[in-house]
């Protein structure tokens, strides 16, 4: 059997290594898909650490896949060798459960299909997927720019446009990091009035470059004050993982406004007063679904959203988790086979 590289996490908490795997074979059901690119995303660490249940090892890391499909299973229907395809978090799912059944497919009750944590991912050559696993490509996209719409464009697109926000509503994103820098860039395209707010003055040009008609800088602001200024925030994106900063854009929330939670703080302070007061709301949001992804790539083409990526050679996959790790990557880290 021919062998492929790979990067995996032999242990729990281990290193990320370089190894020689067999190619594998798809399951029934599963198409093989043949790696162009991958994203590095800061959810890779539940694979290194093993934090979810059910987390298995060696795994192979890796939920932002962009590749051609080289193999197709019996059991595949809609899905063709050649065709160029897309691999997210949701690993796919049954259709058959009682949460499937009721249309929400992200909380399919067959869990063991999250990719690169109880399946394996895109650090690799080669990766089997599921076919409800995957999103089509449009061609306009490279492999590389449409990677990291997998889970970070795909996570703030879905928010946004689930949000509840129309067209012209004021809408914060809160973060210009990895999922910010995208956030902003489609809140803008779908016709909101967008406010970036990070941390510094020197993001304001990359704010305004992405498409914010205004940028707040958090350390020199009370960012609450000034969205109130604005009339208040229909909703506000919070794409940081800080609780504090979180908790100190809440406050900037209009009338029946909402506040969208996308990545996991420790703690978040919250006053629920000012929430009733307001008939407020606070939601966390799931990424979504392959069709959800499709959409973000389909969006991404019609808009010209992009990625701004660092690229780094698949042998190199540990540098390029240390980089995202880091938090000093401008603004997302893609592996590449070649
Ligand atoms: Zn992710
Ligand atoms: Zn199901």
Not at 117 to 145: F, K, M, Q
Not at 213 to 233: C, F, H, I, R, T
């Amino acid at each position: 059997m021919a062998n492929m590289r790979a990067v995996q996490v032999s242990k729990r908490g281990g290193p990320l290594e370089v190894v020689e795997r067999p190619i594998p074979e798809p399951a029934a059901g599963e198409v093989r898909v043949k790696v162009e690119a991958c994203g590095v995303c800061h959810s890779d660490v539940l694979a290194k650490d093993g934090t979810l249940p059910g987390t298995s090892f060696p795994r192979i890391p890796g939920h932002e896949v962009i590749g051609v499909v080289d193999a197709v299973a019996p059991g595949v229907t809609g899905f063709r060798k050649g065709e160029r395809v897309g691999i997210g978090w949701n690993g796919g799912f049954c259709g058959a459960c009682d949460p499937c059944r009721r249309g929400l497919f992200f909380g399919c009750a067959n869990t063991k299909r999250i990719t690169g944590i109880n399946r394996d991912g895109g650090y690799a050559e080669y990766v089997c997927a599921l076919s409800s696993a995957l999103a089509r490509v449009p061609a306009e996209l490279t492999s590389l720019d449409a990677a990291p719409l997998m889970c970070a464009g795909l996570t703030t697109y879905n928010a946004l446009r689930n949000s509840g926000a129309r067209p012209g509503d004021l809408v914060a994103i809160l973060g210009l990091g990895g999922l910010g820098h995208l956030g902003v860039q489609f809140a803008a395209r779908m016709g909101f009035r967008t406010v970036g707010i990070a941390r510094g003055e020197d993001k304001a040009p990359l704010a305004k470059k992405l498409g914010a008609q205004v940028y707040l800088d958090s350390e020199k602001s009370d960012v609450s004050a000034e969205l109130q200024k604005l009339g208040g925030a229909r909703v506000i994106v919070a794409t940081v993982t800080n609780g504090d900063a979180m908790s100190a854009a809440l406050g900037g929330l209009g009338p029946a406004g909402t506040f969208m939670i996308l990545g996991a703080p420790e703690a978040l302070t919250i006053h629920p007063g000012m929430l009733i007061g307001g008939r407020q709301t606070i939601v966390a949001w799931y990424s979504g679904t392959s069709i959800d992804s499709q959409d973000t790539l389909a969006f991404g083409a019609l808009s010209g959203v992009r990625s701004m990526n660092e690229v780094f050679p698949l042998a190199r996959a540990g540098e390029a988790y240390e980089r995202m790790m880091s938090g000093k990557a401008r603004f997302r880290v893609v592996i590449t086979p070649r």
